[in-house]
């Protein structure tokens, strides 16, 4: 009894120390594909709880009629190497990672893409930017 009391405090012990922190608790708005700013797009944000659970969230307004659509979901706990993010309001399924400063949009093993729309508005000769932005307090 005493050696499974034993192993079963290690493991607990190696699992939590396995847990990533995250690098910042609160909001922060992101842009990833600079290309697709315009009126109507949604804004983007995720929300880092103090317990780890991280959010992703949109806001979007209709510049038509001024009708506003908003959706949050729980992504889990933070993971530095890949987040899923699915909005069920427009069908929307993405990947990302972030740190203190930076969120990338990944593939579904954590690698970063690159794509034309990435790329900033002002070097448009560049082709195959990775597609990152920052995080805005």
């Known amino acids: 009894m005493k050696k499974f009391l034993s192993i079963v405090l290690l493991l607990v012990c190696m699992l939590s120390y396995a847990q990533s922190k995250a690098p910042f608790t609160g909001k922060r708005d992101f842009v990833i594909e600079d290309g697709s700013n315009g009126s109507g797009t949604p804004a983007y944000y995720v929300d880092v709880k103090s317990n780890g659970d991280v959010h992703f969230g949109f806001i979007q307004v209709n510049q038509a009629d001024g009708k ?24 929307e399924t993405f990947y990302v990672k972030f740190d203190k400063d930076q969120i ?18 002002s070097e448009m000769a560049e082709l195959n930017c990775p597609c990152s932005g920052k995080l805005y307090h």
């Not at 506003?68 to 069908?91: I, L, Q, W």
């Not at 990338?104 to 508005?121: H, N």
């Open 104 to 121: 990338y949009l990944t593939d579904a093993k954590g690698t970063v893409k690159k794509s034309d729309d990435c790329c900033p508005v």
């Open 68 to 91: 506003e659509t908003r959706e949050e979901m729980n992504a889990g706990k933070y993971n530095p190497k890949v987040m899923k993010v699915h909005f069920k309001t427009y069908h």
